[in-house]
């Protein structure tokens, strides 16, 4: 009988209807729905989902132009290889940079816009978002969107979060920072270590249209060793593909893009 009743004590006490847990419960309830809160917004990454309900944060501009955009940089090892290539191509493009690297390499981040092309922001680091941070969110969009404007003299317009993961904090500090979120139509996968010059040309033209948005990589940094090598010697064959079809290539300050975002 007394061990029954002590069975019977530990399953009222373990039992999702009892006090303590209905305590646990409720304790928690808020903490889903700060993380909740937080990372619903990046259900914008997928692609299909964003270019439907989000054209302009897609990247969707004018039918007969398609905009260029690298990302992760400033990097001596890599970046001016593409300048220069792209100076060859007669293409000017947008690079979405890290603001601690900018602050690393202000004589790069200058020649970058020297050459004609224009700066935008990817961070400050090129950080994990899954825990909410969004002071620190805030803080260093801002501090990222600063040292472009001060190393360069030109504000920023643009803003894209490392890995295109758009979080309510991150939409709440570009929007503090007076940035205009911006991702992609297409991207290369140029990252990863088995991507080669053919595979990065043949999944970018898999989804490019009119009025696309290129995402591609001018440096390692985030991305497997030598990556970069990949990206660039596919890069002639794309710029031939949006020329041959008629779409000029530029940056998305000529893009026009459609306005489905406020800033």
Do not use: K, N
């Amino acid at each position: 009988m007394a061990g029954g009743a002590s069975v019977r004590r530990i399953g009222q006490v373990a039992g999702p209807g009892s006090r303590p847990a209905r305590t646990a419960v409720a304790a928690l309830a808020p903490v889903a729905a700060v993380a909740a809160a937080h990372i619903v917004p990046a259900a914008t990454w997928l692609p299909r989902f964003r270019a439907l309900c989000f054209p302009g944060l897609a990247g969707t501009g004018r039918p007969d132009h398609v905009a260029l955009t690298f990302d992760d940089g400033p990097d001596p090892a890599s970046t001016p290889h593409f300048l220069d290539e792209l100076d060859r191509l007669a293409v000017r493009a947008t690079f979405f940079v890290l603001g601690e690297r900018v602050a690393r390499f202000p004589g790069l981040t200058r020649h970058i816009a020297d050459r004609g092309h224009e700066l935008a922001v990817h961070g400050w680091t090129h950080s994990r978002p899954w825990l909410p941070t969004p002071a620190r969110d805030v803080r260093e969009t801002v501090r990222a969107a600063l040292v472009v404007r001060d190393t360069t003299g030109w504000r920023p317009r643009w803003y894209r979060p490392p890995y295109g993961i758009l979080t309510a904090g991150r939409w709440a500090a570009a929007r503090r920072a007076g940035l205009r979120p911006v991702l992609w139509t297409a991207w290369g996968r140029d990252w990863t270590a088995d991507a080669t010059p053919a595979s990065v040309r043949t999944t970018v033209a898999a989804d490019l249209r009119g009025g696309g948005t290129i995402l591609l990589h001018d440096t390692d940094h985030a991305c497997a060793p030598d990556s970069w090598r990949t990206t660039l010697a596919a890069l002639p064959d794309l710029i031939r593909i949006c020329h041959h079809t008629g779409w000029s290539v530029g940056p998305l300050s000529a893009h026009d893009l459609r306005r489905s975002v406020r800033r």
